[in-house]
């Protein structure tokens, strides 16, 4: 099992937003995790990537205990978070902010290696690699988050929201990608999505969260024929 959720409790304040919530990942599978807006998907995937820590609980990640775990040394075990509203950095270059993603990494032919997958992954990243990332569209943006957090080489790539914002073109698009970095590349990945439509048709399994809990869970597949998802979340 690549990610092992145990039980977390999460608070703000005097508020809980996550309670009691556990659920696993293997590796080389896409898992979703669905929920309405304020359900505590994003608390959940901070929470993973050790940006707020949980109450009781634990996360384990490829064998290690990362509970409470510095936040900074995560990335290092292979875990990277594409947050939700792409968060670039706007005043410098696509080319620099692919090069940041690999700022961990020090084996120049890989990265250079690495960089060619992904202009061959997102072609619209090379042709505007100097250009900077503040004037790029939001889908641009997306493609580039995508690929700066590729650059540190996860074994677990969490992805909130990937799809926000964007055309209906483009959010096909960027569903493609998932894929393709799922299947190609051999990167799990844990994917919070509003579209839940989109997200249950290229997960392996799925869970559902209500107001900080887990209601449903299974293949995705199973999740997607469930009557009380399809009323709540797929129209």
């Known amino acids: 099992m690549l990610l092992e959720i145990k039980n977390i409790d999460v608070f703000y304040g005097v508020i809980q937003a996550i309670k009691n919530v556990s659920f696993e990942v293997s590796e080389g599978e896409i898992v979703a995790l669905i929920g309405s807006n304020g359900a505590g998907k994003t608390t959940i995937m901070h929470t993973i990537s050790g940006l707020i820590r949980s109450k009781k609980g634990n996360i384990v990640f490829d064998g290690n205990d990362i509970t409470k775990m510095p936040t900074h040394n995560i990335p290092r075990k292979g875990l990277i978070q594409v947050p939700e509203g792409r968060h670039v950095f706007t005043e410098m270059t696509v080319m620099e902010n692919l090069e940041m993603g690999a700022y961990l990494r ?91 439509n989109k997200a249950l048709q290229i997960a392996d399994h799925a869970y559902v969260l209500e107001t900080g809990s887990i209601t449903t869970s299974g293949k995705a597949i199973d999740v997607a024929n469930d009557p009380k998802v399809k009323e709540a979340y797929l129209g």
Do not use: C, W, Y
């Open 106 to 196: 020090n084996d120049k032919a890989e990265i250079e290696k690495d960089l060619e997958n992904i202009f061959k992954r997102f072609p619209r990243l090379q042709e505007r690699k100097t250009q900077l990332a503040g004037t790029l569209s939001g889908g641009e943006q997306q493609m580039l988050a995508m690929g700066r957090a590729m650059m540190s080489k996860p074994k677990l790539l969490l992805l909130d929201e990937p799809s926000m914002g964007l055309s209906p073109i483009l959010v096909n698009e960027i569903f493609d990608i998932i894929k393709t970095i799922n299947k190609e590349d051999g990167v799990t990945i844990l994917l919070v999505e509003q579209n839940a």
